[in-house]
């Protein structure tokens, strides 16, 4: 996939770039059709704009030689199409969050799942912006236990440690900024790891391994995310557009025997609507 700039876009630059994805149209159709859309952009506003995105090499212009005065036609270049995709990264990750609102049935079940009560320490490998998992499931804990999350860079962090201040749950939850795949945590010291939403990630099978390492002998550890899509025509979109993502969903092909081979055993598994729920144990060896 060709790399594309981060270029953050204004609304009427997004809805020109949609408006044009796959269309050549001339301003005063442009006009027409935010018009047919309720929305008044008048000659002002919409010849700037286009005058931008033609700099930036995100749309192309056509003139065409007419009686009068000359027309010229807009359209999308793959630039744009990249660009405009990327910007629509963001709609990926909500759409995440509004599948955990979804099922909210499944975070009132995982508590009985995986035994999460007082005095349980919970290493939770899901993206940090699931904040109803951590926020419903750490005071379960309170007060003798511990509630883990990860976070990949700084300037998370901070936001993150603002974010738990806010929600008064700065005692209850600890965040590990994470260094080379490795969790600062001692060995089968973590009763409960979680991991919603992130397994179909590219480079994430360290956090298998790190849950064999770290999970107690009776401890618990449940998935939660997508089933594949496997070659689904939505996959081939998305793929080619979401950095670290060959794919949509967890594949079982693929996850299970990575399971065996960190001795873990499934203990409980079920499907709905889309989404999975796995729950792992630790296979006790002699």
Excluded at 190 to 211: A, K, N, R
Aim: aromatic share 8%.
């Amino acid at each position: 996939m060709k790399k594309t700039k981060n270029i953050h876009l204004g609304w009427l630059q997004q809805t020109l770039l949609t408006m044009l994805y796959g269309h050549e149209m001339y301003g005063l159709q442009i006009q027409r059709t935010f018009k047919f859309f309720g929305e008044k952009v008048g000659p002002g506003q919409l010849y700037p704009a286009l005058a931008k995105l033609e700099k930036l090499g995100a749309i192309k212009v056509r003139e065409e030689e007419r009686t009068g005065a000359n027309r010229k036609f807009y359209t999308t270049t793959d630039e744009g199409k990249m660009i405009l995709l990327r910007n629509a990264i963001g709609y990926f990750a909500v759409m995440e969050s509004i599948a955990m609102e979804k099922f909210a049935s499944i975070l009132d079940e995982l508590p009985k799942l995986v035994n999460i009560k007082l005095g349980t320490i919970i290493l939770d490998f899901s993206h940090a912006y699931l904040e109803k998992i951590y926020s419903k499931l750490a005071p379960l804990t309170a007060p003798i236990g511990r509630y883990f999350i990860t976070i990949r860079d700084k300037f998370a962090m901070k936001i993150y440690k603002e974010r738990l201040n806010n929600k008064g749950l700065q005692d209850l939850i600890s965040i590990f900024e994470l260094q080379e795949n490795k969790i600062p945590l001692p060995d089968k010291s973590v009763d409960v790891c979680i991991v919603c939403f992130t397994l179909h990630e590219d480079g994430t099978d360290w956090i298998i391994s790190e849950i064999n390492r770290l999970l107690k002998k009776s401890g618990k550890g449940i998935i939660i995310d997508m089933v594949s899509l496997n070659g689904h025509i939505v996959e081939e979109i998305m793929t080619n557009f979401i950095p670290n993502h060959s794919r949509i969903g967890i594949d079982k092909d693929i996850l299970f025997p990575l399971l065996k081979q960190n001795n873990l055993n499934i203990s409980y598994q079920k499907e709905e609507k889309g989404t999975i729920i796995i729950v792992i144990e630790p296979r006790i060896t002699d």
